[in-house]
């Protein structure tokens, strides 16, 4: 068999990012087992009060729960207690009271996978469960309303296919996320998939990096045209350009951001060094280590390493890092670098060219992120007849189908139109954001999906816009549609309907943004119910299109150009006719 001058550099590339794994290894690994019983009982020294999921993981290691799911599928039973807890180290969630079954969430690294595992999955989507599957904000797959008979069979089934969900829930490292047009993006710096890949199997082989203090996301950015949201992550690595005559060879590196948690509002801070593309993961798990250390086991909502970094500061972070590593990490500042070449909104729908001569990619716009298990196949033909057979998933819960003939745009596009998903998307659809919502989350205070779809589709019909917007739906304050980040940003809340009862409703933030123009979105309403939101969302929508200063001012502009109570005037009357 013989390899493309591409398929050599990738295969380089994952052979470098393996071995900076194993070199990982032998820097960033306990000497003792025992790490979490460490921490945890420095807390019990000090006399305060472990949380119930640190008892639970120090009764077990959630690892170590196959012959409980195995007794329990027996007898068709779910888990009760701290099991309920445990059974999310295999990526399985009792999603009670809102459903009466499993949710699965599976674990696939960059995004990036094959046709032949997502048949697998709309396989198991239909023999266990509700016969669709959701894309995630991480670039992941949900399958729904599972039985308690099931688990058993789709943990091995995945095993079998080469799929996995082992620590896709509870107080694990996330599933890696990574640029979803890296290698095929003419405009990349680095080509970051062997780095997500050697990361994602340095998880999954090293037993003391699951039942962390709380969970845990990475991801890497490498320069391409859609973003991977790398700054909202607890460690974000960025690929940079550095010129000659700086303190370090010219080269691409790293910059390195920790902390970021746009649901309690931080971006991740940038720590002032730039590492070599093979340091990336050593130093992720060097930093897992220190929060390993350092996170809070006796409060839930201060167990993030935010908190970590609010308390000790990033510089006392990086050195307790370091100490973990070969040697100090090079410091650069951010100014020397070049500047990360644009993103591009909304380039994660449509067709694009790829770097490679004559090929394209085709961004698939989803339903709020569905795909029917019918749809699901049918993309993978797609992909396996006019693509490599390779299905990209982003964070803004669509998909992408990559290496296609630049001759077969309109047979995709054909066979798309067939199972009824659209290749191209208006810019309001492009970046319909929603969480699972009350429907399928105990959390969450409003059914996000249903007003989400219902909001497209009365603003599609009434608003043409011309520029690109995000719109997020997010059903509670653990913004898992990462609301703050959204042109327009929609937390769930009950809101008050008479004397004695109450409707669902949001809150609703303006002005959020992510790159190059980052900014927590502020909050401009609260307490809108639902069937007026589309309304007040319209008379914005034209508010802006009429006042903007000029075509090319953004909504974001727009929004930071006007005080709140400018902007509630603005779309006043909306409410005003509701009440």
């Keep these: ?19 900076a794994a194993r070199a990982a290894q032998a820097t960033a690994e306990p000497a003792s087992r025992d790490i979490h019983d460490t921490a945890r009982n420095r807390f019990l020294a000090a006399g305060k009060t472990l949380v119930k999921e640190e008892e639970a993981k120090r009764a077990r290691h959630g690892l170590d729960m196959w012959n409980i799911i195995a007794a329990n599928a027996a007898k068709g039973e779910f888990p009760k207690g701290s099991d309920v807890f445990l059974y999310k180290f295999h990526g399985l969630f009792h999603v009670v009271p809102t459903q009466d079954s499993f949710m699965l969430r599976l674990r696939i690294p960059n995004g990036i996978f094959d046709a032949a595992k997502l048949s697998t999955v709309a396989d198991l989507a239909d023999d266990h469960g509700g016969g669709y599957a959701h894309v995630t904000t991480r670039a ?47 405009q990349e710096v680095y080509d970051t998939r062997p780095l997500g890949l050697a990361l994602h199997h340095a998880i999954l082989n090293h037993r003391e990096l699951f039942g962390l203090p709380r969970k845990f996301n ?62 990336c993961v050593p130093v992720a798990l060097a930093m897992v280590r220190v929060f390993i250390d350092e ?14 970094l609010d308390r000790i500061g990033h510089q006392a972070f990086l050195a307790a890092a370091e100490k973990l590593l070969p040697e100090p990490l090079p410091r650069l500042a951010m100014t020397v670098c070049e500047p990360r070449p644009p993103l591009q909104r909304h380039a994660h729908v449509g067709f694009h060219r790829q770097r490679q001569p004559g090929l394209v990619y085709c961004g698939v716009a989803l339903p709020l992120g569905r795909m029917t298990t019918a749809q699901m196949r049918a993309i993978a033909a797609i992909a396996d ?65 249903r007003h989400a779809f219902d909001t497209l589709t009365y603003l599609e019909n009434r608003v043409a816009l011309d520029t690109p917007l995000n719109i997020h739906f997010t059903g509670c304050h653990n913004s898992c549609a990462q609301h703050y980040i959204g042109d327009i940003g929609l937390l769930g809340a009950k809101v008050a309907s008479g004397a004695d009862s109450e409707v669902e409703g949001y809150h609703v933030y303006l002005g959020g943004g992510y790159g190059e123009r980052r900014e927590l979105a502020r909050e401009v309403w609260r307490d809108v119910p639902h069937e007026q939101l589309p309304k007040v969302l319209e008379r914005l929508l034209h508010a802006y299109l009429m006042h ?12 930071q150009r006007h005080s709140c109570d400018a902007l509630r005037a603005f779309a006043g009357q909306a409410l005003a006719e509701a009440a």
Excluded at 150 to 173: K, Y
Excluded at 425 to 442: D, I, P, Q, Y
Excluded at 552 to 559: L, R
Aim: charged share 20%; glycine share 12%.
């Design 218 to 279: 990475i991801a890497f950015d490498g320069g391409g045209a859609v973003s991977s949201l790398e700054d909202t992550n607890d460690v974000g690595f960025s690929a940079v350009r550095v010129a000659a005559g700086q303190n370090l060879p010219a080269g691409v590196y790293f910059r390195v951001a920790v902390g970021g948690i746009t649901g309690h509002g931080d971006f991740a801070g940038d720590l002032g060094v730039a590492i070599r593309p093979e340091q």
């Design 1 to 19: 068999m013989r390899f493309s001058e591409e398929q050599k550099l990738y295969l380089d590339g994952l052979g470098r990012g393996f071995a």
């Design 140 to 186: 992941n797959l949900q399958i729904r309303e599972i039985g308690p008979r099931a688990p058993l069979d789709i943990l091995q089934r995945l095993a079998e296919a080469g799929l996995t969900s082992r620590g896709a829930g509870a107080d694990n490292i996330r599933n890696i996320t990574g640029g979803p047009t890296a290698g095929i993006d003419a």
């Design 385 to 449: 007849r006019y693509g490599s057979g390779t299905i990209r998933l982003t964070v803004w819960q669509n998909l992408i189908i990559s290496d296609i003939a630049a001759a077969d745009e309109a047979a995709v596009r054909a066979a798309l139109a067939q199972i009824g998903l659209p290749a191209e998307a208006s810019h309001l659809r492009a970046a319909f954001v929603a969480c699972t919502g009350n429907t399928g989350c105990r959390f969450a205070a409003s059914d996000t999906k």
């Design 295 to 308: 996170g809070d086991r006796t409060d839930r909502k201060r167990a993030r390493l935010k908190y970590v």
């Design 548 to 559: 903007r200063n000029s075509a090319a001012e953004t909504f974001q502009e727009f929004t």
